[in-house]
Every structure is written in structure tokens, then in C-alpha cells.
């Protein structure tokens, strides 16, 4: 069951943004996202918003899809003109899910063709998509290639076959390296998924899945702690005890572990979940969501940012392609953030990335927890002093805790 | 059959010979407030259409509750051979908490309805009410109730009632509150075998005060049986136990709406108002006399009531102290059991230490609190007042574990119960074992029909007001009841046990139990305390301790992992919304120390249900 959509204010039908969205755009930067709802199979622990069906009704099938994301690019086009906000090229664009690469790869060419054609690339932009080791071939990675994709995310999750089954993935673990090796060939930048804390996932297990892994030598790795979302398969089994639970120590534990192999095959981190090869290998687009550049999402239940005006689509693709059909926005919420709000998101998502937050830039409270943050050992000692705070790997594991002490009031 | 009523006999007129005065007596639930709608219904005082279910159960609390607290009397006429009767119904509160205010209910009747469920048989309130009625020498009539259950069995259970109060099985009447079959043969027996009142009419006036009702718009209501004499409005009255006097602004009977009367005569039963704002100045218990022509003796039985459980309670939100304050004054107006005393917490803040008649009392009186003043409050756990004597031979009264002075003790007396304890007899074992691991000492068993059984014990009243009730109903399968009344004090060696978190005492959490018990409190605390409080940035470490001595321990590991990895494609409005509960959480803890403890963890800690469990982290 996918996860529920925040609650907000409505969302006009055409899309027009309140005006502060325009404030300052001409320096910011803009990305792309794509969402693209379907899987061949949900997988027990997933609750984002994809579909295992191939007919949805009203226009949202799968074969439907490509043409009709390509109109929300238009309406998206249309209605920053509307709100004054220039058109800027896009620096990243990122094709997520779902299973992306479920869609035949000219399906994802076009709808990243009708995008470059409002907006047009950045220099060096980046353009990636998220893909299942299976759901790939030699020549479909190549055919994204040459349509303008720069690098692939595969959701490896895990090296070790009794914990993809816990995960219900669906792939041999000998698939992974097969095509890694393809978008390599195809000129591809990698970067893999993995997940750690799966029940029954042993610390030698993690290790074997994270040795793998960096065997394959990945631009990019983002590790990720499972979460036991409610509703989901595997939340049932466990509330059942046919799955044991998961634990924040072992998470811990494995993270730290993560962590120091990883860093040992000469990758550094940059957020929380996320080590890049060189710097120009971490993730752009998601380092433009940590930074609250500018985006819009297309898809259903994608979510768009702009400005300090947050907003997200409907969430089934077949009243999303409705909405769209009848040219009116796909939105279904949105909010307007105010000074303050915007102040305590710039922190709270700041503060996981490696570059860290300026201290003369805190309020004031944020300013006196700095010294306990020291104490604790919680953000680096050096830099704290030097003006500026990092998480300590310590700090990293317990980074909302350090939010909050920023946020106190 | 007799008819209705054709004309009611009228009040300050009425010969005690045509008045019969009765109450019913039942286990709870056995469908005592259910048989008097009937019988209002019957007898045509209450018109069909105003009919709701216990209809003479007022207060909200008691209609979702089902039970009945105060008590109320109302005036109904029965007609039989052709004279027209008037019976006064007096509805006792059936609860062991009440158990003073039954026994003055019961000593303005002449009668009693022994009423008891077809398909459960006797139990321990219906034993204990009927020794009241006993003392009190009321005649009692045996009724079984709900004989329209399919479930009910009641050839057995005539037997059973038989032989306990020593009749025939065939003379037990079958009724149902339900379908109203049997309830007129009932009235009719009630006129033919209840005794009239008697009472000298020339005498000075003496009524006893069976309720006394605070009513936001009429001060007090005070409800009256005359024994003596006649009292009249505008005349001025006098309490007898303090003296206090008062005029008659009105006096009248209630059928069921109060109606004012020209007085009220020997035998009858009815309501006084005086004006007064406060249920203390017209006690239950007491007798009334007029100023004029005052009696020079009591009618006795007359009892300060005293509360016997004690807990603190404290608003969650401190700036709702005003608010808890003036609420438990406006309470005592109308509850002359309740007593309280401001008083402080360290861990809990401002609040006041309160006193109960017993458990029952203590849980409607705080459900009331909080609905009524929309208060979100916290209750201690429990516990009874002791007598501690000093070396120096000081006496202090204890009911607040935080006063038990430390050191120097000579000697601590707590009080004791009698308890009745009703089962199946293939119970006992299981019982006695219970009663046992309280400190019971065996004060006798009865048969009271082939497989039912009577146990008396003699035990602390620490040991029954927490969860002895509730442990005793599941190891009897529901069909255990339970009675007990005070039975003086004893010597017990007793200690306070304290709870230690990070090395600071968090006095909410102190007991003070018997020197046996005082391990297993520390285990079970120090072992609740580990499962309800969050894991913190360092290690907390839970001591139980008697003085200085460390009885049981626990410990916090310190949290490792405080992160949300996931980035949720974008949606940084549901992260926001995650950060702004945690922050809103946090202001829901209370500081002990350096330790952050969230208000639920003292609530939960602090009952005794054990769902908690399933809260519990890793
Ligand atoms: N079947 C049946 N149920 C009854 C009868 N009398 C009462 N009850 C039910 O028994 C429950 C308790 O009744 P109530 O009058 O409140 O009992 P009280 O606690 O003695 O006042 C209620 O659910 C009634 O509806 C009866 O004669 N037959
Ligand atoms: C939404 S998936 C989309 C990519 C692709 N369908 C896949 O599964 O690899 C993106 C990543 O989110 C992570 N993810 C999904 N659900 C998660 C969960 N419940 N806990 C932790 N990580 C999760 C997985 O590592 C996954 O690779
Ligand atoms: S393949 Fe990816 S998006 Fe699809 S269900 Fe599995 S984890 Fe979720
Ligand atoms: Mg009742």
C-alpha cells in the first residue's frame, strides 16, 4: 500500500504558483524529476506510490504513460511562465520510482526529449535513472545513453539471497555485476542501492552485501537503513512474529560498519545515506533536494519545489492522467512556506550533508547548542570551531536528534 | 393483578399504616436500576414517552458505567384490595466503596428486595447488602431476576437464596426487570409483607439523612425518612450532630421530579432544601430535628465518613492547577467523602493528594475531573494512610509514600480489612493462594449451596486497593466477587521503597510496601520503567533502593541510531511534519534530572494494567 500524501492547501487548477515562487529564481537552480509508478512486483517492505498493474484504466496505462507525463511538462512549462518564473535549463533531471526502466527505454528518451526541448540541459547536467538489475538490457542501457542519460542507480538492495528474499526482490545477485558491466559499456556513471537491517540479515551478511558491492566499483553508493513502513507486507508479518523485528542497534552497528569499508575503498560520504566516489560523483539532484534548490516533480504523487512553495500531484495515475486530460494541474496539495518554516527546513536538511551549516548562519538557539552538539560528539570539534557543523560519524547515526537540539526553543 | 393507583395518597397526610418503605439490594449488574424503571413505569409515575434506561441514574458518568452512586428515593403509589398504598423505592448505590451510604439507605426502609441475577446467583455485594439489612432488621423479600435469560437457572438458585435467608424455595419470586413479567405480583408482595413504619406522630421531629445531593441551581438537596413527628416548610430545623440550624425553604418528595408537599409525616420519605451550598453541612447519617420543639436524642449510626484510599493527582499540563483546584472544591460540595490537601511532586509538579472511600471511587472521581473540567490528569498509585510512631514516640499519619520519615521508626500500624469473597467452589484453591500472597490470615469458609462457597479474610487494605480485584475476577473466570469493610489496624513491618533514575529519586514513583514485597516492587518497577522510558544519549541506569540499600536495578542503554535515512522522493513536507511531532513530543516530557521521561511512561507506570507491554521498544 503506498504511504499517504501530507495535508495542505489546495491547489488551484492551473497550476499559477503564489508569487514569492518567483522571488530569486533567475539564480537558483531547477531540476526535473520523473516519477514513474509501476513494478513488475511490489516488494514487501515498499510504500511508495507504484502500480503492478499493466491496465490501469482512463489513460494511465503503461503504455499511455510516456505521452501523458510529456503533457505535464508542458503544463509545467505553462505555469511557471504564468508565475514569472523564468525558464532555466535544467542542471539535473532524475527518473525515479517505481521501476523506471519497466517502460521501454524510448518511452523514458521521449518524455526526457519533451523536458530538454521546454527547459534544455545544463552544462554537465546530470540525468539519471533508478533501475531494477533486472529490468535492463545491454541495449536498453545503451538506448538511454544516446538519449541523453548519464548515469543509473540500481536497486541492488542486498548480495546475499536470503535477504533478498525477506525483500521479495526479484533479481540474481549474479545480475548486478552483468549489468553494471553493460551501462559501463554504454558509458553509464553507477551508482548502487542497498539496504541494511533486513530481519534476519547478519552482520557478516551486511558485510558480504557491502564487500560486493564496492567489487564492483560503483561512482556512487547510497546505503540505506530499512524502514518498516506501515501497510506494507513485511509490517504485517512482523506484527504477525512471522518476520522477526528490526533493530536500531543493529542498524547502528551496520552503519558504522558500512561506513568504514566503504570509506576504506576510497569513497566519502556527503549525506547521511550517501558516498560518492569524487565529489563530482555525488548525486546532484539529490544533493538539489538537500539544498531546496528548485524542482518540479511530473508523475503521480511526485513532489515539486519551488521557491519555498511545496507541492505534490495526485497520487493514482489514473486520476493524475484525468486531471491532465482535462488540462487542468495534476496537483493535489500544496504549501507556501513561510520565512520561518523555510529557516527550519534549510536546517533540517542541511545538516545531514557533509558540507554542513554555516554557524553564524543559526538562529539564536541553534547557536548556544552548539557547545553540548561539541560535548556530545556529535559534530566535528574542528570545524565547529573553524564555523561550520559537520556531523561527527557518531552525530551522522544520530542526526535528528542534532536537528532538534538546533531547533530547540 | 392490581391496577394502578387511582388516587395517590397525598404527603404530611399519609397514615403510616398505607406506607411502605423499601429499597432493593443487589450484586452490580444484577439489574437493580433496570427493575426500578419498571416498577416506575408500572405504577405510572414516570409517563411512557419520558422512559429512558435507568431512569433514576442521573449522572452521565453512571448511565455509561451502568451504575448507580447516589442514591435516590421516589414516591409510588400501589393500589391493593382497594386501598391505595404509597411505597417510597430508595435506590442504593451496589458498590463495596459505598458501603456506609447503603447502610443509612437501608436504615430508612422497612424492607428489602433481595435481588438477585438468575443466571449468576448470589454474590458478594448481594451477601454483604443483606447483612446490612439484616443488622438494620429490614424483612427481606428473595426476587430472582432475569428469568427471561435462556441462560438462567432458577430452581438452583431459589435454592440457594433459600437457604441463605432461611425460606422456602417456592416463596422466591421470579421476575424479569426486562420484560416487566412478575414485577406487579412483586408491588402487590411488597404491601401485603412489608411492615409499616412506625414512629410516634406527637414526638419531636426526627428524620435521618439517608443522601444529601448538591444541585447547581437548589444548593443542597437533602433526602429525609421521618421517624418521628412532622416536619413543615419554613420551619427552622436543626442538624443534630452539629447543632447547625436552617429554615425549611422546601420540603417536598420526589415521584420522581421533585415535588413540594405540605411536609412530611411519620414514615415518610422526601427531600429538604435549606439553601446550604455545601453537602458537608447536611451529612449523610445525621438526624434533623425542629428548633422549635428539638428531640434531645439522635437516632444514632451517625458516622463521619473516612476515606481510605489515597492517590496524588496532578494535571499534565501544570497551568491546569487552578482549574483541578477549584474543580475538587466544587466536588466537595457534593461528595462529602473526598478530601484533599494541596500538595508537590519533584517529578510531577503542583497537585494534591486525595482521599477516597475507595478504588471504585477514586477512578469515577478522576473520569468526572476530567471530563467535566476537561483536565488531562496523572493519579499516583494508591495507597492507604499509616500510622508511623516514632523513637521519640511522635505519631505521624502517612499517605504519601514521600512523607514516610526515613530512619527512627518504632513502629508503623496499617489498616485492615474483612473481605467476603463469593466463588464456585472450584475456585478456593486459587483464591486462597491469591489472599495468601497478600498477608490474609483465613478467617472462615461457608457452603452456601452445594458449589458455591463463602471465604473470609482478614487482610491489609494496601494489599486489596491496586489490582487485587481485577487479579481475583481473572483467576476466578469473572465469577469471584469481592466485599470488604474496615477491621481496625495492625503492626506490619513496612518499607519505602524509592525509584532512582540516573541516581535522582523520583519520588512519584516511591512505595511503600511490606518488607517481603519490597524486591519484588523493585524488580517490577525498575523492570516497567526500562520498557516506558525512551532511550537517551547516555545510559540510564533505574535503581530500586530501601534508604541506601540497592534492591533492584536496570539500565538504558544509551540510543545508538536517531535518523531517518530515507529520502522520500522529494517529499520533504512529510519529514517536516516528523520533525515537528518529535519536537511536540518532547514537550511532553517531564526533566528528572538529565532524563527525559515522557508523561505517559509516569501514567503508565503508575497503573496497573498491563498493556504497556505491548508499547515496549527494544
Ligand atoms: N435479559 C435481562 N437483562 C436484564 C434484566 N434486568 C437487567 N438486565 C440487564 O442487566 C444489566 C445490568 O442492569 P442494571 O439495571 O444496570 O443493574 P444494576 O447494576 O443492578 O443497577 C443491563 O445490561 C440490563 O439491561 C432482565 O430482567 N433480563
Ligand atoms: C523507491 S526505490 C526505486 C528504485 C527501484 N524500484 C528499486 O527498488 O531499486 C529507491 C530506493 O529506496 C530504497 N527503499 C525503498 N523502500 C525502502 C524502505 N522501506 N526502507 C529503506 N529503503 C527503502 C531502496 O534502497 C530503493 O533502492
Ligand atoms: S522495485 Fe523498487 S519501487 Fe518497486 S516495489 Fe520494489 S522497492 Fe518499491
Ligand atoms: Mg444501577
Given at each position: 500500500m503506498p504511504s499517504a500524501l501530507p495535508l495542505g492547501d489546495p491547489a488551484p487548477a492551473d497550476g499559477v504558483l503564489p508569487a514569492q515562487a518567483a522571488e530569486g529564481a533567475s539564480s537558483r537552480k531547477f531540476s526535473l524529476y520523473a516519477h514513474i509508478p509501476f513494478c513488475a512486483v511490489r516488494c514487501g517492505y515498499c510504500d511508495f506510490n507504484t502500480y503492478t498493474a499493466t491496465e490501469l484504466g482512463g489513460g494511465a496505462s503503461q503504455a499511455a504513460y510516456a505521452a501523458t507525463a510529456a503533457h505535464e511538462v508542458a503544463f509545467a512549462a505553462r505555469a511557471l511562465e504564468a508565475s514569472g518564473v523564468p525558464a532555466r535549463p535544467m542542471d539535473t533531471v532524475f527518473f525515479g520510482g517505481g521501476t523506471p526502466t519497466l517502460l521501454p527505454a524510448g518511452d523514458l528518451t521521449s518524455i526526457l526529449a519533451a523536458a530538454v526541448e521546454q527547459w534544455g540541459l545544463a552544462d554537465g547536467a546530470e540525468v539519471t535513472t533508478e533501475a531494477n538489475p533486472d529490468s535492463v538490457t545491454r541495449d536498453s542501457l545503451q538506448e538511454l545513453a544516446d538519449g541523453g542519460f548519464t548515469r543509473v542507480s540500481f536497486?541492488?538492495?542486498?548480495?546475499?539471497p536470503h535477504v533478498l528474499k525477506v525483500l521479495d526482490r526479484t533479481h540474481e545477485p549474479a545480475r548486478v555485476p552483468q549489468a553494471i558491466e553493460w551501462a559501463r559499456e554504454a558509458g553509464l556513471k553507477v551508482s548502487v542501492d542497498l539496504i541494511y537491517g533486513t530481519p534476519g540479515e547478519s552482520e557478516a551478511d551486511w558485510e558480504t552485501s557491502v564487500r560486493t558491492a564496492l567489487g564492483y566499483e560503483p561512482d556512487h553508493i547510497s546505503a540505506y537503513a530499512l524502514i518498516i513502513e506501515e501497510g506494507t507486507k513485511l509490517a504485517g508479518q512482523i506484527r504477525r512474529g512471522l518476520v522477526p523485528p528490526i533493530d536500531d542497534d543493529d542498524h547502528a552497528t551496520k552503519y558504522m560498519l558500512a561506513d568504514e569499508l566503504i570509506t576504506a575503498a576510497g569513497l566519502g560520504w556527503y549525506e547521511v545515506s550517501n558516498w560518492a566516489r569524487t565529489p563530482e560523483d555525488a548525486c546532484q539532484h539529490n544533493l538539489a533536494y538537500w539544498r531546496g534548490d528548485d524542482w518540479w516533480g511530473i508523475g503521480p504523487g511526485a513532489h515539486s519545489h519551488v521557491g519555498g512553495v511545496r507541492w505534490w500531484n495526485v497520487k493514482h495515475p489514473t486520476a493524475y492522467a484525468q486531471r491532465l486530460d482535462r488540462g487542468e494541474s495534476p496537483a493535489a496539495g500544496r504549501e507556501t512556506l513561510d520565512a520561518q518554516t523555510r529557516e527550519v527546513e534549510r536546517i533540517m536538511l542541511t545538516a545531514r550533508l557533509a558540507e554542513g551549516i554555516e554557524v553564524a548562519s543559526l538562529p539564536p538557539a541553534g547557536r548556544s547548542a552548539v557547545a553540548g552538539l561539541i560535548a556530545q560528539e556529535l559534530v566535528d570539534v574542528r570545524l565547529a570551531f573553524a564555523g561550520r557543523l559537520v556531523l561527527t560519524l557518531k552525530g551522522r547515526l544520530l542526526a535528528d536528534a542534532v536537528v532538534r537540539q538546533l531547533l530547540a526553543d | 393483578m392490581s391496577p394502578m393507583a387511582r388516587t395517590a395518597p397525598v404527603p404530611a397526610a399519609t397514615?403510616?399504616?398505607?406506607i411502605r418503605n423499601f429499597c432493593i439490594i443487589a450484586h452490580i449488574d444484577h439489574g437493580k436500576s433496570t427493575l426500578a424503571d419498571r416498577m416506575l413505569q408500572l405504577t405510572g409515575v414516570v409517563q411512557q414517552r419520558d422512559m429512558k434506561a435507568q431512569y433514576l441514574d442521573r449522572m452521565d458518568i453512571e448511565r455509561e458505567r451502568g451504575i448507580t452512586i447516589k442514591s435516590q428515593a421516589v414516591r409510588i403509589p400501589w393500589e391493593v384490595d382497594g386501598t391505595a398504598y404509597c411505597l417510597n423505592m430508595i435506590d442504593t448505590p451496589g458498590h463495596v466503596d459505598f458501603t456506609y451510604e447503603v447502610s443509612r439507605s437501608l436504615a430508612a426502609c422497612e424492607g428489602a428486595i433481595l435481588l438477585v441475577d438468575a443466571a449468576q446467583g448470589i454474590e458478594a455485594q448481594t451477601l454483604a447488602n443483606l447483612y446490612l439489612a439484616m443488622e438494620n432488621n429490614l424483612t427481606i423479600i428473595p426476587v430472582l431476576n432475569k428469568i427471561d435469560l435462556p441462560a438462567a437457572q432458577p430452581e438452583k438458585y431459589a435454592a440457594e437464596l433459600a437457604n441463605l435467608i432461611g425460606g422456602k424455595p417456592e416463596d422466591v419470586l421470579m421476575v424479569s426487570g426486562k420484560t416487566g413479567v412478575g414485577v406487579e405480583e412483586l408491588l402487590d408482595q411488597i404491601v401485603r409483607e412489608l411492615p409499616a413504619p412506625k414512629g410516634d406522630p406527637n414526638a419531636p421531629a426526627r428524620a435521618m439523612i439517608f443522601d444529601s445531593v448538591y444541585d447547581t441551581y437548589r444548593g443542597v438537596v437533602t433526602y429525609v425518612r421521618v421517624v418521628d413527628g412532622k416536619l413543615s416548610p419554613r420551619e427552622k430545623i436543626q442538624m443534630m450532630s452539629t447543632r447547625a440550624t436552617h429554615e425549611l425553604l422546601e420540603i417536598g418528595v420526589s415521584s420522581p421530579e421533585p415535588t413540594p408537599s405540605k411536609g412530611l409525616g411519620v414514615g415518610e420519605v422526601g427531600y429538604l432544601i435549606t439553601g446550604v451550598k455545601d453537602v458537608r453541612q447536611s451529612k449523610v447519617g445525621d438526624t434533623v430535628t425542629s428548633l422549635h420543639k428539638p428531640a434531645t436524642e439522635s437516632l444514632g449510626g451517625y458516622q463521619d465518613p473516612k476515606p481510605m484510599v489515597f492517590s496524588g493527582l496532578y494535571p499534565l499540563d501544570g497551568t491546569d492547577y487552578p482549574v483541578l483546584r477549584d474543580a475538587l472544591e466544587k466536588f466537595t460540595l457534593n461528595d462529602a467523602a473526598l478530601v484533599y490537601e494541596p500538595e508537590t511532586s519533584a517529578a510531577l509538579g503542583f497537585g494534591f493528594r486525595v482521599g477516597f472511600l475507595g478504588l471504585l471511587h477514586l477512578e469515577i472521581t478522576r473520569e468526572r475531573l476530567e471530563r467535566e473540567y476537561n483536565l488531562d490528569l496523572i493519579s499516583t498509585a494508591p495507597n492507604v494512610e499509616y500510622e508511623v510512631t516514632l523513637e521519640d514516640k511522635k505519631v505521624l499519619q502517612v499517605t504519601n509514600p514521600s512523607e514516610y520519615p526515613s530512619g527512627k521508626i518504632a513502629e508503623v500500624r496499617e489498616p485492615m480489612v474483612s473481605a467476603t469473597i463469593l466463588a464456585p467452589n472450584e475456585f478456593v484453591g486459587a483464591i486462597m493462594e491469591l489472599c495468601q500472597s497478600r498477608r490474609g490470615i483465613l478467617g472462615g469458609m461457608d457452603y452456601l449451596s452445594e458449589d458455591r462457597v463463602e471465604i473470609r479474610y482478614r487482610l491489609p487494605l494496601a494489599e486489596i486497593v491496586f489490582d487485587f480485584f481485577d487479579i481475583l475476577k481473572s483467576k476466578t473466570r469473572g465469577y469471584g466477587s469481592l466485599d470488604w469493610k474496615a477491621d481496625g489496624d495492625q503492626v506490619a513491618d513496612l518499607v519505602k521503597v524509592d525509584i532512582l533514575l540516573q541516581g535522582e529519586q523520583v519520588d512519584a514513583f516511591s512505595a511503600i510496601t511490606h518488607r517481603d514485597k519490597a524486591y519484588a516492587y523493585g524488580v517490577m518497577m525498575t523492570g516497567k520503567l526500562r520498557e516506558l522510558i525512551p532511550r537517551q544519549q547516555f545510559e540510564v541506569p533505574i535503581q530500586a533502593a530501601i534508604g541506601a540499600r540497592i534492591i533492584a536495578r536496570e539500565s538504558i542503554r544509551a540510543i545508538r541510531k536517531d535518523v531517518l535515512a530515507k529520502c522520500y522522493g522529494g517529499d520533504i513536507t512529510r519529514k517536516r511534519k516528523l520533525l515537528e511531532k518529535q519536537k511536540e513530543g518532547k514537550k511532553r516530557m517531564k526533566m528528572v534530572g538529565r532524563v527525559e521521561v515522557p508523561q505517559e511512561a509516569f501514567i503508565a507506570a503508575l497503573s496497573s494494567d498491563e498493556s504497556s507491554k505491548d508499547k515496549s521498544k527494544k
Amino acid at each position: 500500500m503506498p504511504s499517504a500524501l501530507p495535508l495542505g492547501d489546495p491547489a488551484p487548477a492551473d497550476g499559477v504558483l503564489p508569487a514569492q515562487a518567483a522571488e530569486g529564481a533567475s539564480s537558483r537552480k531547477f531540476s526535473l524529476y520523473a516519477h514513474i509508478p509501476f513494478c513488475a512486483v511490489r516488494c514487501g517492505y515498499c510504500d511508495f506510490n507504484t502500480y503492478t498493474a499493466t491496465e490501469l484504466g482512463g489513460g494511465a496505462s503503461q503504455a499511455a504513460y510516456a505521452a501523458t507525463a510529456a503533457h505535464e511538462v508542458a503544463f509545467a512549462a505553462r505555469a511557471l511562465e504564468a508565475s514569472g518564473v523564468p525558464a532555466r535549463p535544467m542542471d539535473t533531471v532524475f527518473f525515479g520510482g517505481g521501476t523506471p526502466t519497466l517502460l521501454p527505454a524510448g518511452d523514458l528518451t521521449s518524455i526526457l526529449a519533451a523536458a530538454v526541448e521546454q527547459w534544455g540541459l545544463a552544462d554537465g547536467a546530470e540525468v539519471t535513472t533508478e533501475a531494477n538489475p533486472d529490468s535492463v538490457t545491454r541495449d536498453s542501457l545503451q538506448e538511454l545513453a544516446d538519449g541523453g542519460f548519464t548515469r543509473v542507480s540500481f536497486g541492488m538492495q542486498s548480495a546475499v539471497p536470503h535477504v533478498l528474499k525477506v525483500l521479495d526482490r526479484t533479481h540474481e545477485p549474479a545480475r548486478v555485476p552483468q549489468a553494471i558491466e553493460w551501462a559501463r559499456e554504454a558509458g553509464l556513471k553507477v551508482s548502487v542501492d542497498l539496504i541494511y537491517g533486513t530481519p534476519g540479515e547478519s552482520e557478516a551478511d551486511w558485510e558480504t552485501s557491502v564487500r560486493t558491492a564496492l567489487g564492483y566499483e560503483p561512482d556512487h553508493i547510497s546505503a540505506y537503513a530499512l524502514i518498516i513502513e506501515e501497510g506494507t507486507k513485511l509490517a504485517g508479518q512482523i506484527r504477525r512474529g512471522l518476520v522477526p523485528p528490526i533493530d536500531d542497534d543493529d542498524h547502528a552497528t551496520k552503519y558504522m560498519l558500512a561506513d568504514e569499508l566503504i570509506t576504506a575503498a576510497g569513497l566519502g560520504w556527503y549525506e547521511v545515506s550517501n558516498w560518492a566516489r569524487t565529489p563530482e560523483d555525488a548525486c546532484q539532484h539529490n544533493l538539489a533536494y538537500w539544498r531546496g534548490d528548485d524542482w518540479w516533480g511530473i508523475g503521480p504523487g511526485a513532489h515539486s519545489h519551488v521557491g519555498g512553495v511545496r507541492w505534490w500531484n495526485v497520487k493514482h495515475p489514473t486520476a493524475y492522467a484525468q486531471r491532465l486530460d482535462r488540462g487542468e494541474s495534476p496537483a493535489a496539495g500544496r504549501e507556501t512556506l513561510d520565512a520561518q518554516t523555510r529557516e527550519v527546513e534549510r536546517i533540517m536538511l542541511t545538516a545531514r550533508l557533509a558540507e554542513g551549516i554555516e554557524v553564524a548562519s543559526l538562529p539564536p538557539a541553534g547557536r548556544s547548542a552548539v557547545a553540548g552538539l561539541i560535548a556530545q560528539e556529535l559534530v566535528d570539534v574542528r570545524l565547529a570551531f573553524a564555523g561550520r557543523l559537520v556531523l561527527t560519524l557518531k552525530g551522522r547515526l544520530l542526526a535528528d536528534a542534532v536537528v532538534r537540539q538546533l531547533l530547540a526553543d | 393483578m392490581s391496577p394502578m393507583a387511582r388516587t395517590a395518597p397525598v404527603p404530611a397526610a399519609t397514615d403510616p399504616a398505607i406506607i411502605r418503605n423499601f429499597c432493593i439490594i443487589a450484586h452490580i449488574d444484577h439489574g437493580k436500576s433496570t427493575l426500578a424503571d419498571r416498577m416506575l413505569q408500572l405504577t405510572g409515575v414516570v409517563q411512557q414517552r419520558d422512559m429512558k434506561a435507568q431512569y433514576l441514574d442521573r449522572m452521565d458518568i453512571e448511565r455509561e458505567r451502568g451504575i448507580t452512586i447516589k442514591s435516590q428515593a421516589v414516591r409510588i403509589p400501589w393500589e391493593v384490595d382497594g386501598t391505595a398504598y404509597c411505597l417510597n423505592m430508595i435506590d442504593t448505590p451496589g458498590h463495596v466503596d459505598f458501603t456506609y451510604e447503603v447502610s443509612r439507605s437501608l436504615a430508612a426502609c422497612e424492607g428489602a428486595i433481595l435481588l438477585v441475577d438468575a443466571a449468576q446467583g448470589i454474590e458478594a455485594q448481594t451477601l454483604a447488602n443483606l447483612y446490612l439489612a439484616m443488622e438494620n432488621n429490614l424483612t427481606i423479600i428473595p426476587v430472582l431476576n432475569k428469568i427471561d435469560l435462556p441462560a438462567a437457572q432458577p430452581e438452583k438458585y431459589a435454592a440457594e437464596l433459600a437457604n441463605l435467608i432461611g425460606g422456602k424455595p417456592e416463596d422466591v419470586l421470579m421476575v424479569s426487570g426486562k420484560t416487566g413479567v412478575g414485577v406487579e405480583e412483586l408491588l402487590d408482595q411488597i404491601v401485603r409483607e412489608l411492615p409499616a413504619p412506625k414512629g410516634d406522630p406527637n414526638a419531636p421531629a426526627r428524620a435521618m439523612i439517608f443522601d444529601s445531593v448538591y444541585d447547581t441551581y437548589r444548593g443542597v438537596v437533602t433526602y429525609v425518612r421521618v421517624v418521628d413527628g412532622k416536619l413543615s416548610p419554613r420551619e427552622k430545623i436543626q442538624m443534630m450532630s452539629t447543632r447547625a440550624t436552617h429554615e425549611l425553604l422546601e420540603i417536598g418528595v420526589s415521584s420522581p421530579e421533585p415535588t413540594p408537599s405540605k411536609g412530611l409525616g411519620v414514615g415518610e420519605v422526601g427531600y429538604l432544601i435549606t439553601g446550604v451550598k455545601d453537602v458537608r453541612q447536611s451529612k449523610v447519617g445525621d438526624t434533623v430535628t425542629s428548633l422549635h420543639k428539638p428531640a434531645t436524642e439522635s437516632l444514632g449510626g451517625y458516622q463521619d465518613p473516612k476515606p481510605m484510599v489515597f492517590s496524588g493527582l496532578y494535571p499534565l499540563d501544570g497551568t491546569d492547577y487552578p482549574v483541578l483546584r477549584d474543580a475538587l472544591e466544587k466536588f466537595t460540595l457534593n461528595d462529602a467523602a473526598l478530601v484533599y490537601e494541596p500538595e508537590t511532586s519533584a517529578a510531577l509538579g503542583f497537585g494534591f493528594r486525595v482521599g477516597f472511600l475507595g478504588l471504585l471511587h477514586l477512578e469515577i472521581t478522576r473520569e468526572r475531573l476530567e471530563r467535566e473540567y476537561n483536565l488531562d490528569l496523572i493519579s499516583t498509585a494508591p495507597n492507604v494512610e499509616y500510622e508511623v510512631t516514632l523513637e521519640d514516640k511522635k505519631v505521624l499519619q502517612v499517605t504519601n509514600p514521600s512523607e514516610y520519615p526515613s530512619g527512627k521508626i518504632a513502629e508503623v500500624r496499617e489498616p485492615m480489612v474483612s473481605a467476603t469473597i463469593l466463588a464456585p467452589n472450584e475456585f478456593v484453591g486459587a483464591i486462597m493462594e491469591l489472599c495468601q500472597s497478600r498477608r490474609g490470615i483465613l478467617g472462615g469458609m461457608d457452603y452456601l449451596s452445594e458449589d458455591r462457597v463463602e471465604i473470609r479474610y482478614r487482610l491489609p487494605l494496601a494489599e486489596i486497593v491496586f489490582d487485587f480485584f481485577d487479579i481475583l475476577k481473572s483467576k476466578t473466570r469473572g465469577y469471584g466477587s469481592l466485599d470488604w469493610k474496615a477491621d481496625g489496624d495492625q503492626v506490619a513491618d513496612l518499607v519505602k521503597v524509592d525509584i532512582l533514575l540516573q541516581g535522582e529519586q523520583v519520588d512519584a514513583f516511591s512505595a511503600i510496601t511490606h518488607r517481603d514485597k519490597a524486591y519484588a516492587y523493585g524488580v517490577m518497577m525498575t523492570g516497567k520503567l526500562r520498557e516506558l522510558i525512551p532511550r537517551q544519549q547516555f545510559e540510564v541506569p533505574i535503581q530500586a533502593a530501601i534508604g541506601a540499600r540497592i534492591i533492584a536495578r536496570e539500565s538504558i542503554r544509551a540510543i545508538r541510531k536517531d535518523v531517518l535515512a530515507k529520502c522520500y522522493g522529494g517529499d520533504i513536507t512529510r519529514k517536516r511534519k516528523l520533525l515537528e511531532k518529535q519536537k511536540e513530543g518532547k514537550k511532553r516530557m517531564k526533566m528528572v534530572g538529565r532524563v527525559e521521561v515522557p508523561q505517559e511512561a509516569f501514567i503508565a507506570a503508575l497503573s496497573s494494567d498491563e498493556s504497556s507491554k505491548d508499547k515496549s521498544k527494544k
